[in-house]
T-cell receptor, first 113, second 113 residues
Framework: NAGVTQTPKFQVLKTGQSMTLQCAQD?????MYWYRQDPGMGLRLIYY???????DKGEVPNGYNVSRLNKREFSLRLESAAPSQTSVYFC????????????FGPGTRLTVL | GENVEQHPSTLSVQEGDSAVIKCTYS??????FPWYKQELGKGPQLIID?????GEKKDQRIAVTLNKTAKHFSLHITETQPEDSAVYFC????????????FGSGTQLTVLP
């Protein structure tokens, strides 16, 4: 039982490049989330998926897209990376659609030059 | 939307002393208040949570108190140990199909030996 896994761990992009951050969970959780963490600002919700087949915007969705590929996988895509998207990205999941602990992955550290 | 403020941003205590971190929230409909601990290079991990129908909850050296009237909640760590050194985040959310957490900005706790 690996919990929540994220790939890659580190990534450096040039402005304008695109990439997809991958997240998978093996706990049969319904809800999944993408956060970004910036110094002094805590974690901010980018997008979430309450259940397979649904996605919704969080607090800071601009510049990002998501795909809930199946119950296990939830990916985050940057179509045209900007320096303002330099951050640490965390994926999380929770069972039964809410009301319970969110389990976080180890994070992806992204730098956009 | 919800706004969560967390204080202090940094806290240093001597080993064995107590540490208190305070958070305030703005949305009176919020009913779930978790606390997360984040160690360097890792994702946040839930350490304790409280729901709005409870005023206090304890788990060994950790306790959380909630004042719904004043809309604030606090984390208390007693008999601190060096391994308690980490960043602590409070969060708040309301009930819903997918529990969206709004996080505070974090507190860097350092326990001095």
């Amino acid at each position: 039982n690996a919990g929540v896994t994220q790939t890659p761990k580190f990534q450096v992009l040039k402005t304008g490049q695109s990439m997809t951050l991958q997240c998978a969970q093996d706990m049969n959780h319904n809800s999944m989330y993408w956060y970004r963490q910036d110094p002094g600002m805590g974690l901010r919700l980018i997008y979430y998926s309450a259940s397979e087949g649904t996605t919704d915007k969080g607090e800071v969705p601009n510049g990002y897209n998501v795909s809930r590929l199946n119950k296990r996988e939830f990916s985050l895509r940057l179509e045209s990376a900007a320096p303002s998207q330099t951050s640490v990205y965390f994926c999380a999941s929770t069972p039964t659609g809410g009301g319970n602990e969110q389990f976080f992955g180890p994070g992806t550290r992204l730098t956009v030059l | 939307g919800e706004n969560v403020e967390q204080h202090p941003s940094t806290l240093s205590v001597q080993e064995g002393d107590s540490a208190v971190i305070k958070c305030t929230y703005s949305d009176s409909a919020s009913n779930y208040f978790p606390w997360y601990k984040q160690e360097l290079g890792k994702g946040p991990q839930l350490i304790i949570d409280i729901r709005s129908n409870v005023g206090e909850k304890k788990d060994q050296r950790i306790a959380v108190t909630l004042n719904k009237t004043a809309k604030h909640f606090s984390l208390h760590i007693t008999e601190t140990q060096p391994e308690d050194s980490a960043v602590y985040f409070c969060a708040a959310s309301r009930a819903g199909s997918a529990r969206q957490l709004t996080f505070g900005s974090g507190t860097q706790l350092t326990v001095l030996p």
